[in-house]
């Protein structure tokens, strides 16, 4: 059995400790065990595997890496078969986790940790920032991929997390950084998955790539961008992919001055206001429409209501906050700016209607993936008790009549994002459960909490006997992972 000791806090902190700090605490062994310690009757109805990733470590040899969006990706598995549950966690073996383990410190920066010497040390001796395959996983034509935003996948084998090296989709995925973000959307009746990967060269722009679901990829568009603004996050319909792009705009002169770091260069400038882009699915030219500037990380979901697109996302009020919060996370991070689940709706005539869909603080939206591109009833997001504090909530908005549900994991607690998974292919948008992983801080670990997805009822709680650090997404799939068996190539995995 895994040793709660090998995850203790190196700060001395107390075990009865609520530092909520601690969530960063590294995670340094990789696990493999079955979950003896359950609260509840696990579902026999829940089979399948759910994979969530995030920064298991910020510390590269001897060097703790600064940002939050720089830490070593590390997966976690958990394998459900009707009857228990099997854990795994694995690093991805990205060659800044390798060199970790046998150096000092980094040889690439990190996206908001850059190293000394200025702009030759970052982006031409350390050629940009590294990748640190720690954002996205997605599951689709059989392939596990660990995604990051600024560079290519990660392939994983889907049963032991094995590292099998990047992922190009057979040498399609081009551009300077074989970007590949760590948001794709799907279309559940095609099957065919969609993506976009940032560009910069020659001219800042946007990939779009459409992925069939044989697993074979496209360039579908590219859409220009204007002074290299940041985009994480895209919504689908099925018409379009739809891109909401807020002036978050590069400062050059601050990035290649020397000192700052790639993620610091950011400002938001919101006299240049937010894009909706709308590229159609089938390739024909995008649309653009002006709107006052937003600020966002995430899209929910998206879709087409007679003439006018529809997109759902989480707003904040303020983006030097979060760039703040992101950067010092260890202090910061738990105390992010105020934000609320928001509906727009685009008319063919260029109208933006901005419509509330919950007064309720929260992050990390989610839907039934059955439904994405469609209309959807409900959205999940991980949220908070008050306007300021912990994301110690899982939230469920009817976003049809505005009411919220809440379920509170308790006092000093952070809520990762939760997962619906459908009680049958047939069942009800809201019919089934949430997966959340709940870091508990005053026992420095982490549960994973069952609820009913219908009425935030909890149906089970797994107790695992060490923390899992802060994690940002997750994916599900209704094949049961099996680290024990035989690993024949993964392209004969049958995945469905
Ligand atoms: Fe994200």
Not at 8 to 36: I, K, Q
Request: proline letters at 9%; aromatic letters at 10%; one cysteine or more.
């Amino acid at each position: 059995m895994p040793r709660s000791s090998d995850t203790e806090p190196r700060s001395g902190a107390t075990a009865a400790s609520t530092d909520m700090a601690r969530v960063f605490a590294p995670l340094m062994r990789e696990h493999d065990y079955a979950v003896d310690q359950i609260d509840g009757d696990l579902p026999p109805g829940l089979t399948g595997t759910l994979y969530r990733i995030g920064p298991g470590k910020w510390e590269v040899g001897r060097t703790l890496m600064h940002h939050l969006f720089d830490g070593d990706g590390m997966v976690s598995q958990f394998a459900f078969d009707g009857r228990s549950v099997r854990f795994r966690n694995r690093y991805v073996r990205t060659p800044q986790f390798r060199h970790g383990l046998v150096s000092g410190g980094p040889v690439r920066p990190g996206v908001g940790t850059p190293l000394p010497g200025g702009f030759w040390a970052n982006f031409v001796k350390g050629k940009g920032p590294a990748n640190p395959a720690n954002t996205g996983i997605a599951l689709h034509a059989d392939r596990l991929l660990a995604l990051w935003e600024g560079g290519p996948p990660h392939r994983l084998d889907p049963d032991t997390l094995e590292t099998l090296g990047t992922y190009d989709f057979g040498g399609r995925l081009r551009g300077a950084l074989k970007a590949f973000s760590a948001h794709p959307k799907w279309d559940p009746v095609t099957g065919e998955m969609f993506n976009f990967g940032q560009d910069f060269s020659p001219l800042p722009a946007l990939n779009c790539w459409k992925v069939d679901r044989r697993g074979r990829l496209r360039r579908l568009a590219r859409v220009r961008m204007a002074n290299m603004p940041w985009n994480h996050d895209v919504a689908l319909t099925t018409e379009h992919m739809v891109f909401v792009l807020d002036p978050y705009m590069f400062d050059l002169r601050t990035m290649f001055g020397g000192g700052a770091s790639v993620f610091d260069a950011i400002r938001h400038r919101p006299e240049k206001g937010t894009r909706f882009v709308l590229v159609p699915r089938d390739g024909g030219p995008a649309r653009v429409v002006e709107h006052e500037a937003l600020v966002h990380v995430h899209v929910a979901n998206a879709f087409e209501d007679g003439s006018d697109t529809v997109v759902d996302l989480v707003l904040f009020d303020d983006f030097e906050a979060i760039r703040r919060d992101l950067s010092d996370f260890r202090t910061r991070f738990t105390d992010l700016p105020s934000s609320r689940l928001t509906r727009y709706r685009i008319t063919p005539a260029g109208r933006v209607i901005e419509t509330p869909l919950s007064d309720r603080p929260g992050e990390f939206p989610q839907y039934d993936w059955r439904r994405s591109t469609r209309r959807h009833r409900y959205t999940y997001m991980t949220g908070r008790t008050g306007p300021s504090g912990e994301y110690d909530t899982v939230l469920k908005v009817d976003n049809d009549t505005g009411h919220t549900q809440a379920h509170e994991a308790g006092p000093h607690t952070y809520v990762g994002e939760p997962i619906f998974v459908p009680r049958a292919p047939d069942s009800a948008e809201d019919d089934g459960w949430l997966l959340a992983v709940v870091y508990l801080a005053a026992e420095h670990r982490s549960r994973l909490t069952i609820l009913d997805a219908r009425d935030l009822a909890p149906v089970a709680d797994l107790h695992l006997p060490h923390h899992i650090p802060f994690g940002f997404h997750g994916t599900f799939t209704t094949r049961v992972a099996d680290p024990g068996a035989p690993i024949p190539h993964p392209d004969r995995l049958p995945i469905r």
